[in-house]
């Protein structure tokens, strides 16, 4: 079916945040053309009755996660193909690229000289080799001669030219901003701290005894001895290492350096874990924690490291605790102060480079308009919130909020891979996070104090982050490099598993021993010069912790 935006406040309200948003970035400097309205009103006649240029043909990938409802139709052919097609300025072919599969994918469409004009794809390592073998289009002469929108967005934002520019100095990615906030997070059970008259641990030695008491103590009071003290398996491990900042390669003395010191530690933490019964011994085979999440919600694990969604926590793993352990009182904590210091969680990434063009593009002046259609404020927020009194009505904040939840489900959710340009953050009324919360829900109320708070913690300026960078930010080693650096990532890994899987007979310093001489056996020493080097030389022009950092201050200061 065709949808329409008839005249509404919000199309209104969007219309004069683009007017707004255009005045400031080109500082009355210039006056772009006006666009063709996207919301699906009528336009005044023009005074000339120039004839509208036709729509040109471009092709467009887009991720297939096998989320389409059947009623829908398929990723590539939908409500929302439809939608960008008659509101866009472009006549699109999507073409579906598995989720997971999408290096695969996309190679076999190179090498048959088939490859869409415009390609999405979030992971480096598979764009950047694309780009070394030019096959893919430099994109500033694109961007100075076609472009309006993004172009502006590029001059009040040059953090976007810094993540989307490579070695050669051009722009190669299109990028979008994004809230900053942590997408990691230190979960608590309050309830069983109070009963068991314990503190908050300050230190990862705490941390222990307290998830050993959770453990042990029965703190759900219900005679069984059938509680955890604490997750660890899949993201929740990560989050561990995080806590003792085990991660492969830090900056120390003013270069970067491979990190041992700290997985020692870590797994030594874990060991102790293991050997003490504190955790579900089985957590290995816990590939995707979904058991841990199981766990979590059935209210048996005391300490949840976890990677979250703040809001999709809210709405499914909060509303099912409550559920089932209507008591419960969940709060994230500060990581605890490790060997190596205390620490933020990883954040999202603020500057995301998610799109390309193919060097080959029959149309890259439309793929540019395509690209300007995407960025604008309506776009971002029709494809978020689908259409108004259909699918969102104003909420008490004067946000939208869903007019029926299984309405939003079965038409608008599963429409997220079309939004990897949307800047939602731009929206300073309603691209928040926080505006997702549906307050008057009292679980949705609870889990936005818990997010707010968690920002609080998370977010502190004065704590180091716990990485170089965003790791979709991280440099992308060279073939040769690389061909080092890959045979020697799983035995490595093993050989830590091992540490704490080994009883006695095998600590965490052989661990670290053992995995030390694989590195040095492999050559590691070639990795660590690569990256020393691109260090000294590159990190000017990369985006670093401390760029995450100046743009969550800014992001703060709005």
Not at 398 to 427: H, T, Y
């Amino acid at each position: 079916m065709k949808m329409k935006n008839t005249g509404n406040p919000w199309i209104a309200r969007c219309a004069a945040l683009l007017v707004a948003f255009v005045l400031l970035l080109s500082a009355c400097s210039r006056t772009p053309a006006g666009p063709e309205p996207e919301d699906g009103t009528d336009a005044p006649a023009a005074t000339d009755a120039a004839t509208p240029e036709a729509k040109k043909d471009i092709s467009v990938t887009v991720y297939d996660r096998g989320s389409v409802p059947a009623a829908e139709g398929t990723i590539e052919d939908n409500r929302w193909t439809k939608w960008l097609n008659e509101q866009g300025p472009a006549n699109v072919k999507f073409v579906a690229v598995p989720r997971f599969e999408s290096q695969q994918k996309l190679n076999v469409l190179f090498a048959s000289s088939s490859a869409p004009d415009l390609i999405f794809e979030y992971a480096p390592h598979i764009k950047n080799p694309l780009i070394d073998q030019g096959l893919l289009m430099p994109l500033d002469e694109l961007i100075e001669e076609h472009s309006t929108a993004y172009k502006q967005m590029l001059e009040q934002y040059p953090a976007l030219k810094k993540v989307g520019t490579k070695a050669d100095g051009k722009i190669y990615e299109f990028a979008r901003l994004a809230e900053v906030y942590p997408i990691h997070a230190l979960l608590i059970r309050e309830d069983w701290l109070k009963k068991l008259n314990l503190q908050i641990p300050q230190t990862t030695e705490e941390l222990y005894e307290v998830a050993k008491a959770f453990a042990e103590n029965d703190p759900d009071g219900n005679g069984e001895n059938d509680t955890y003290g604490i997750a660890i398996s899949f993201q929740s491990g990560q989050v561990v290492d995080q806590i003792f900042q085990a991660t492969r390669w830090v900056v120390k003395d003013g270069t970067v350096t491979r990190n041992w010191d700290n997985f020692t530690a870590v797994t030594d933490f874990k060991k102790r874990l293991f050997d003490a019964g504190i955790i579900d011994k089985d957590f290995l085979n816990d590939k995707n924690g979904a058991k841990a999440k199981q766990d979590f919600v059935n209210g048996k694990v005391g300490i949840y490291p976890l990677q979250i969604n703040w809001v999709g926590f809210a709405q499914n793993e909060l509303t099912s605790l409550k559920k089932n352990v209507p008591d419960a009182v969940v709060t994230p904590i500060p990581y605890p102060k490790s060997p190596a210091g205390q620490f933020n969680p990883a954040f999202s990434n603020p500057v995301q480079a998610t799109a390309v063009v193919n060097a080959d593009a029959k149309n890259p002046d439309a793929v540019m308009k395509y690209v300007d259609f995407l960025v604008k404020p309506e776009t971002v927020n029709t494809l978020k919130n689908g259409i108004e009194g259909e699918h969102w009505k104003a909420g008490a904040n004067g946000c939208p909020e869903p007019a029926s939840m299984d309405k939003r489900k079965e038409e608008v959710a599963w429409n997220g891979d079309f939004q990897m340009l949307s800047s939602a953050i731009l929206d300073a009324e309603c691209g928040k996070l926080e505006t997702g919360f549906n307050l008057s829900d009292p679980v949705q109320k609870e889990g936005f104090d818990m997010y707010k708070k968690a920002m609080d913690i998370y977010t502190d300026p004065s704590k180091p982050y716990v990485e170089i960078t965003h790791p979709e930010h991280m440099p992308q080693l060279p073939e040769d490099i690389e061909a080092i650096s890959a045979p020697m990532v799983k035995p490595i890994d093993d050989t830590f598993v091992k540490g704490i899987l080994g009883g006695d007979g095998y600590t965490a310093e052989q661990a670290t021993k053992d995995a030390k001489d694989t590195w040095d056996k492999g050559n590691g020493k070639a990795i660590e010069d690569w990256f020393k080097q691109w260090y000294e030389n590159d990190s000017d022009n990369a985006f670093l912790a401390k760029d995450i950092y100046e743009m969550m201050e800014q992001q703060q200061s709005q």
